[in-house]
C-alpha cells in the first residue's frame, strides 16, 4: 500500500501561484491513479483533478478548468498540482489520494482508498 505525503501548501496573496507536490512511498507509484480533492472548513471534501497511472490522461472539476494542473513524474514518485491565479476561495485544505489500477485511465472519483495527510492553502484578499 502506498503512502502519500503532501507538501507545497502555505499563505499567499489572491493573484499568487503555488505548486502542490505529493510524494509516494511503499508502491510501486507508476501502477496508482492519482487525484486531488480539497476540504474548506465546514464543507464537504470537493474533487478537483485527477491524472491515470500513465500521465497520458487527465480530467479536471469544471470549477477548476483553466487554473489547476495536475501532472506527475513517475522515476520521483511524485503529483503535482499547480494552481494559478489564487482565490480566496481556494482556501482549503489539499489532499492527494491514490487507487491501485491496472489499466490506464481515470478511476472513479469514489474509488480513491489511500490519502495523504493534507497541506494547507490560505489565499489572502
Known amino acids: 500500500q502506498v503512502q502519500l505525503v503532501e507538501s507545497g501548501g502555505g499563505l499567499v496573496q489572491a493573484g499568487g501561484s503555488l505548486r502542490l507536490s505529493c510524494a509516494a512511498s511503499g508502491g510501486s507509484f507508476s501502477t496508482y491513479a492519482m487525484g486531488w480533492f480539497r476540504q474548506a472548513p465546514g464543507k464537504e471534501r470537493e474533487f478537483l483533478t485527477a491524472i491515470d497511472r500513465s500521465g497520458g490522461t487527465t480530467n479536471y472539476a469544471d470549477s477548476v478548468k483553466g487554473r489547476f494542473t495536475i501532472s506527475r513524474n513517475n522515476a520521483k514518485n511524485t503529483v503535482y498540482l499547480q494552481i494559478n491565479s489564487l482565490k480566496p476561495e481556494d482556501t482549503a485544505v489539499y489532499y492527494c489520494?491514490?487507487?491501485?489500477?491496472?489499466?490506464?485511465?481515470?478511476?472513479?472519483?469514489?474509488?480513491?482508498?489511500?490519502w495523504g495527510q493534507g497541506t494547507q492553502v490560505t489565499v489572502s484578499s
Open positions: 489520494a491514490a487507487k491501485y489500477a491496472v489499466l490506464s485511465g481515470i478511476v472513479p472519483v469514489s474509488a480513491y482508498n489511500t
